[in-house]
């Protein structure tokens, strides 16, 4: 192999050598250099079984140091478009080849939809082309800088800058309203709610904080304004749901969830949510650790998730926090699996630590679905349809399958520096610093994986306050928890119930407790508050089952599994003694 060195790194190799070989001043003359070292990277290349895979086309593409701001490149169905040295570049996505190239100059911000690029150039002119052939449809001096973000419905484009937001007029790129915030900055999270668009900013001032607005769609009039607010987590019609924490009076472990009905403006609820308590009663971490706080929030359909580094807690959206304690993910592996980045989507959360990147199963909790990807440091990863894609810092990427970890394509770069992936067709998309690659899409990677509920039936003996009872028909493992049937859970403690099968509801009374629940919903009534179920209720053979821990905790009792006997007490910890 020949190694070649420039001149400077030739002088400071020789100095380097000479070090080694003269004596240090003050040790004496004989005496030994000290030296030492040690093994930082115990992955050898012949580990990795999965043959590079060449990719299908490279471009050369504006490099890194645009890549803060996003990434300059842009795909819709067959289309591609890039920014080279300044230049949009529509090329076919699966060939590569360029169909035009423009010659005014422009930022990296730009936009592709319905055949239409919009980019800013540098001269603050808002440019429409077309995709295919590079005409000008139209151009929108609009005189601000930095763009941030766009969004289109069948009326208006809304263009947000960092200082100004803007509408404009699909067909002529006129100006149809404008926003003044000159004196903040515009985050990238720009969402349309119905006939409201709703933008956060940073207001500047004597303390910076976050800002989230509403603006009527047709006027640009303001609809509302939340203070120490950002981040929207949920909409479903004209309900938004976005986090809130006033970062110098509030708990690090607090957060609010404002529920907003942006047709009015107002806020429907705003939910607190802390879990210092329960943190503390399950974390490995130091409440006094500065670095133990919420680190990332999501919502997936009715649930709230609320990570604190490597734990993560979920809510139901709709019970009341206070009422019920959260169900708890990840809590058994703490310390190995590495703070929450990803998720939750299609029944996995992926975690970045000490082992790299893995997954977690949120249906099979008894173990996690570790991929051990300790290969190099990781520079960036997307999880999309059935694969995870995750770039580097020595340069090489994956391709891994989301349900088994299984390597499906590994290439090979000289970047450090990895923005995201995106996929068009069969196609994989890779911006490495100043490369654009193209690469097949493997088959497993397509699809997100489909979930089974896993229902088995399980014989158990029941046993409450000393006195084994046989119930009929017996528990069953739902997804690996205990699912008893919830008339005879109540029958154990002489409970009444009724059953309505227009609405397929239960309503049973035990122990001074009254619960309703329906069958295929987790969210529960105790006493009248709701709570959320780790999981929902579900019919099988013919009658209502119910996660037991859930139930138990509700009626005030204590549950333990051990060998294929469920003991429940309801008598109190201390009495218990």
Not at 256 to 276: A, E, M, R
Not at 412 to 439: D, K, P
Not at 496 to 523: E, F, M, P, R, W
Request: charged share 15%.
């Amino acid at each position: 192999m020949k190694i070649s060195l420039k001149p400077r790194r030739i002088l400071l190799c020789a100095l380097a050598a000479l070090s080694l070989i003269l004596p240090v001043a003050g040790a004496g003359i004989g005496s030994t250099v000290h030296a030492e070292g040690v093994q930082l990277n115990a992955y050898p290349s012949y580990l990795e079984k999965t043959p590079m895979t060449k990719p299908l086309w490279t471009a050369k593409i504006d490099h890194e140091l645009y890549m803060p701001n996003g990434p300059t490149f842009s795909v819709e169905g067959n289309i591609l478009v890039y920014l080279q040295n300044k230049h949009l570049v529509s090329a076919d996505v699966a060939s590569g080849n360029p169909m035009w190239t423009s010659k005014t100059n422009y930022t990296n911000t730009f936009f592709l939809h319905n055949g239409i690029i919009y980019a800013l150039g540098e001269d603050r002119v808002l440019y429409a082309l077309n995709a295919q052939t590079g005409k000008k449809l139209w151009m929108s001096p609009l005189g601000k800088t930095n763009l941030v973000q766009m969004k289109f419905d069948d009326k208006r484009i809304y263009a947000s800058y960092q200082e100004a937001l803007f509408a404009l007029d699909p067909a002529t790129g006129k100006k149809l309203w404008m926003v003044d915030k000159s004196e903040a900055y515009a985050i990238n999270d720009l969402t349309l709610v119905g006939d409201t668009v709703v933008q956060s900013y940073i207001e500047q001032g004597a303390i910076s904080h976050d800002n989230l607005y509403g603006y009527d769609a047709a006027t640009g009039k303001e609809k509302f304004g939340f203070g120490w607010a950002s981040n929207p987590l949920a909409v479903e019609g004209n309900q938004l749901w976005v986090s809130s924490y006033n970062f110098m009076a509030e708990d690090p472990l607090t957060t609010h969830v404002l529920q907003i009905n942006t047709d009015t403006g107002k806020l429907v609820k705003d939910q607190i949510y802390d879990v210092s308590k329960i943190n503390a009663e399950i974390s490995t971490s130091s409440p006094n650790d500065p670095y133990t706080r919420i680190t990332k929030l999501a919502m997936d359909g009715p649930w709230l998730y609320i990570g604190v580094n490597d734990v993560v807690y979920r809510y139901h959206r709709d019970a009341d926090p206070k009422k019920g304690p959260p169900f708890v993910y990840n809590h058994l592996y703490q310390g190995t699996l590495g703070k929450w980045i990803l998720g939750p989507s299609d029944g996995y959360m992926q975690f970045e630590g000490v082992v790299g990147l893995t997954s977690l199963s949120m249906f099979d909790l008894t173990k996690p679905d570790i991929n051990y990807w300790s290969n190099g440091a990781v520079s960036r990863v997307d999880r999309i349809g059935g694969g995870m894609f995750i770039g580097l810092q020595n340069g090489h990427f994956l391709i891994s399958q989301l349900s088994t970890g299984k390597t499906l394509l590994h290439g090979q770069t000289s970047a450090w520096m990895f923005n995201r992936f995106a996929v068009a067709g069969n196609i994989v998309l890779v911006q490495a610093e100043h490369q654009l690659l193209a690469y097949p899409l493997p088959a497993a990677a397509k699809f997100a994986p489909t979930h089974n509920l896993i229902i088995k039936d399980e014989k158990a003996d029941i046993v409450v306050d000393g006195v084994k009872h046989t119930i009929s028909p017996d528990a069953a493992f739902v997804n690996n928890q205990v699912f008893v049937p919830f008339r005879a859970m109540f029958g154990l403690f002489n409970g009444t119930i009724s059953y309505d099968a227009a609405t397929k509801s239960v309503t049973a009374s035990a122990l001074g407790k009254k619960i309703q629940l329906t069958s295929g919903n987790a969210l529960a009534t105790l006493d009248g508050a709701k709570l959320g179920l780790s999981e929902a209720p579900l019919v099988y053979h013919n009658t209502v089952y119910v996660p037991l821990r859930d139930i138990s905790t509700m009626l005030g009792t204590t549950v333990t599994w051990k060998n294929h006997t469920v003991f429940i007490s309801t008598k109190p910890v201390a009495a218990a003694k």
